[in-house]
């Protein structure tokens, strides 16, 4: 007997399903955005201004240092994805197995390098040397999550993906409150994050275990993490997320340790801007990599390009007409000169999160070239950092050209490449 599948049924049963997925991580986004914000928060209001900004710096180190392996999640769910949907499911779990040996081997590496290369400056005069010992295992040890990411991504387990979402911003939240109310100081908060994400790295792997256990008998791959795209996934998100942060650490640098922490707070404030596009591009990256259709790629994209625009233009308007009493009831009185930047860096965030859509659309497409254009755009930032960093409103400035500059390069290579 033979079954037949209404096309048109498929396709809507498809969209309900990417609008439930999306609708949930979105949720979890949400959450985790909360989770995230109290933390920072709560840190601002136990630490000085001083210590804060330097938490606060540590933070973008860590955040930009966590985004080369984003490449590995996306390689990763582009793979399994494909595999999973023509039925090749030992191929799918091998790939994933090659992959977490070969980043489990360098966060070896890298916890080697910092047991033995921080003491050393510790003796010659290095400050702050538990903090900067920390910040270096958080980002070795965070290798390993976006490769069991980008399996669950792959795999469409997105209720896992997004417990493990809250997972990661719940411990790190746990061990902050601990730590800060005990009296510890940013070193030890630090250490308290690094074990937040090694607990999520190890759990966000169980999830998949049944498909690293079926292909665990098949004969190991010899995998090059260091390939092509691989380079220019990383080369482009690593690009795009230091234009986004890159102020934050020229503030550090050029203001004094007070205004310095008042920029910090506007500044992570206005980041939430940044996690708006997380479940719209999970959701779209695998969906779009296995469509093989630029028609259906192209309304994929306007769709993310949508969701997040309205999303992203509410959320401006409400931390613009909200900034005083927003920064007095999160990071407290202390960081009232903070009110009058928060506004003008959510737009410039929101233009980043808009330009992020596009980024991981080219990659869901293997188009990692883009990342030359990002590169380009990241020398011109510097240069204007370099001539205009006297006040917080010339930051402001530039970000906001170099916002909108990115999202411009993007719509014009997406149309020069389906021309």
Same mark, same amino acid.
């Given at each position: 007997?033979?079954?037949?599948?209404?096309?048109?049924?498929?396709?809507?049963?498809?969209?309900?399903?990417?609008?439930?997925?999306?609708?949930?991580?979105?949720?979890?986004?949400?959450?985790?955005?909360?989770?995230?914000?109290?933390?920072?928060?709560?840190?601002?209001?136990?630490?000085?201004?001083?210590?804060?900004?330097?938490?606060?710096?540590?933070?973008?180190?860590?955040?930009?240092?966590?985004?080369?392996?984003?490449?590995?999640?996306?390689?990763?769910?582009?793979?399994?994805?494909?595999?999973?949907?023509?039925?090749?499911?030992?191929?799918?779990?091998?790939?994933?197995?090659?992959?977490?040996?070969?980043?489990?081997?360098?966060?070896?590496?890298?916890?080697?390098?910092?047991?033995?290369?921080?003491?050393?400056?510790?003796?010659?005069?290095?400050?702050?040397?538990?903090?900067?010992?920390?910040?270096?295992?958080?980002?070795?040890?965070?290798?390993?999550?976006?490769?069991?990411?980008?399996?669950?991504?792959?795999?469409?387990?997105?209720?896992?993906?997004?417990?493990?979402?809250?997972?990661? #911003?719940?411990?790190?939240?746990?061990?902050?409150?601990?730590?800060?109310?005990?009296?510890?100081?940013?070193?030890?908060?630090?250490?308290?994050?690094?074990?937040?994400? #090694?607990?999520?790295?190890?759990?966000?792997?169980?999830?998949?275990?049944?498909?690293?256990?079926?292909?665990?008998?098949? #004969?190991?791959?010899?995998?090059?993490?260091?390939?092509?795209?691989?380079?220019?996934?990383?080369?482009?998100?690593?690009?795009?997320?230091?234009?986004?942060?890159?102020?934050?650490?020229?503030?550090?640098?050029?203001?004094?340790?007070?205004?310095?922490?008042?920029?910090?707070?506007?500044?992570?404030?206005?980041?939430?801007?940044?996690?708006?596009?997380?479940?719209?591009?999970?959701?779209?990256?695998?969906?779009? #990599?296995?469509?093989?259709?630029?028609?259906?790629?192209?309304?994929?994209?306007?769709?993310?390009?949508?969701?997040?625009?309205?999303?992203?233009?509410?959320?401006?308007?409400?931390?613009?007409?909200?900034?005083?009493?927003?920064?007095?009831?999160?990071?407290?009185?202390?960081?009232?000169?903070?009110?009058?930047?928060?506004?003008?860096?959510?737009?410039?965030?929101?233009?980043?999160?808009?330009?992020?859509?596009?980024?991981?659309?080219?990659?869901?497409?293997?188009?990692?070239?883009?990342?030359?254009?990002?590169?380009?755009?990241?020398a011109l930032q510097l240069v204007l950092f370099g001539a205009l960093h006297a006040s917080p409103r010339e930051l402001i400035g530039v970000q906001i050209g170099v916002a909108a500059a990115t999202l411009v390069a993007a719509e014009a290579w997406h149309l020069a490449r389906h021309r």
């Amino acid at each position: 007997m033979t079954v037949t599948v209404d096309p048109a049924a498929e396709r809507t049963r498809a969209r309900r399903a990417l609008i439930g997925s999306g609708l949930l991580l979105a949720l979890a986004v949400g959450a985790a955005n909360a989770l995230n914000a109290v933390f920072q928060f709560a840190l601002a209001r136990i630490l000085e201004r001083g210590e804060y900004s330097l938490l606060a710096a540590l933070f973008a180190v860590v955040l930009i240092g966590a985004v080369p392996p984003l490449a590995f999640q996306a390689t990763t769910a582009r793979k399994v994805a494909s595999s999973l949907a023509e039925g090749r499911e030992t191929e799918a779990g091998t790939y994933l197995r090659a992959t977490l040996r070969s980043v489990l081997l360098w966060t070896g590496v890298l916890l080697v390098l910092t047991a033995v290369l921080v003491p050393v400056g510790a003796a010659a005069g290095l400050d702050e040397p538990l903090a900067i010992a920390a910040t270096a295992a958080t980002v070795a040890i965070a290798l390993v999550i976006p490769v069991a990411w980008g399996g669950l991504q792959g795999a469409h387990r997105f209720r896992d993906l997004a417990g493990a979402t809250l997972l990661f #911003a719940g411990s790190r939240l746990a061990a902050g409150l601990v730590i800060g109310a005990a009296g510890g100081g940013v070193g030890a908060v630090m250490l308290g994050v690094a074990g937040a994400t #090694a607990l999520t790295a190890a759990l966000s792997l169980l999830p998949l275990r049944g498909l690293l256990v079926r292909t665990a008998g098949a #004969a190991p791959s010899r995998l090059r993490l260091a390939t092509l795209p691989n380079a220019g996934a990383a080369a482009g998100l690593t690009t795009l997320t230091v234009l986004a942060t890159s102020d934050l650490l020229v503030a550090k640098l050029a203001f004094p340790s007070g205004r310095a922490g008042d920029y910090a707070a506007a500044s992570v404030g206005a980041r939430v801007m940044l996690l708006i596009p997380i479940a719209v591009t999970t959701v779209l990256f695998p969906r779009v #990599a296995t469509l093989r259709d630029r028609r259906r790629e192209r309304s994929h994209l306007l769709a993310g390009l949508l969701a997040v625009g309205v999303t992203a233009a509410i959320a401006t308007v409400l931390l613009w007409t909200l900034a005083t009493p927003l920064i007095e009831l999160t990071f407290g009185a202390k960081y009232d000169d903070a009110a009058s930047w928060l506004g003008p860096l959510s737009l410039a965030m929101a233009l980043y999160a808009l330009a992020t859509v596009y980024l991981y659309h080219f990659l869901s497409l293997g188009q990692s070239r883009f990342a030359l254009v990002l590169l380009a755009l990241l020398a011109l930032q510097l240069v204007l950092f370099g001539a205009l960093h006297a006040s917080p409103r010339e930051l402001i400035g530039v970000q906001i050209g170099v916002a909108a500059a990115t999202l411009v390069a993007a719509e014009a290579w997406h149309l020069a490449r389906h021309r």
